[in-house]
């Protein structure tokens, strides 16, 4: 048991990033689902469950998964500009992929009917890709670019090598 907590422990950070990327992809999917009910086409409701999907991912990141330390106007202000800047990326590759689902595979005409309903499964698919690319890329940024521990005391630098 005690060996399970200590991998636990160990992969924190990770297992954390996991949850609050499910939780955010959640949020992206519950917006950009409800736009498209709305009326809007695929691109605007990509780009504005995109901007809602980046202020809770923010949040969470910063506070939750990557703890950031970070204090001060300055630094805080750092931190969202190139949180913002990644996910920038990130949205151009989302778009990018669902272009390609929706408008070169036509992936919207794909469909399922389950209880006598009609759902867009080559959308959800489409989707479901550009997610899993998209959340694999704010992972490699957050950790190494935005979140990086700059100014590790060398106490937890001894408490990060003692648990490995």
């Excluded at 970070?70 to 630094?75: D, I």
């Excluded at 399922?112 to 989707?127: A, D, N, Q, R």
């Excluded at 704010?138 to 001894?158: C, E, G, P, T």
Aim: one cysteine or more; hydrophobic letters at 55%.
């Amino acid at each position: 048991m005690q060996r399970v907590l200590n991998q636990l422990k160990k992969h924190k950070e990770l297992i954390l990033y996991i949850l609050f990327g499910a939780l955010t992809t959640l949020v992206n999917y519950v917006v950009y689902f409800l736009c498209k009910a709305g009326g809007f086409g695929y691109s605007p409701a990509t780009v504005i469950a995109w901007i809602v999907a980046v202020a809770f991912a923010y949040i969470v990141n910063r506070i939750c998964v990557f703890e950031s330390k970070n204090n001060g106007v300055r630094a805080v202000l750092r931190e969202i500009f190139l949180f913002v800047g990644a996910r920038l990326l990130s949205l151009v590759l989302e778009l990018f992929v669902m272009f390609v689902g929706m408008d070169l595979l036509h992936a919207g005409a794909w469909t399922i009917v389950l209880l006598s309903e009609t759902l867009p499964l080559g959308e959800f698919l489409t989707k479901t890709v550009a997610q899993i690319l998209v959340v694999l890329s704010n992972y490699v940024f957050s950790k190494l670019v935005i979140f990086r521990n700059r100014h590790k005391s060398k106490d937890d630098i001894n408490k990060t090598e003692k648990a490995e």
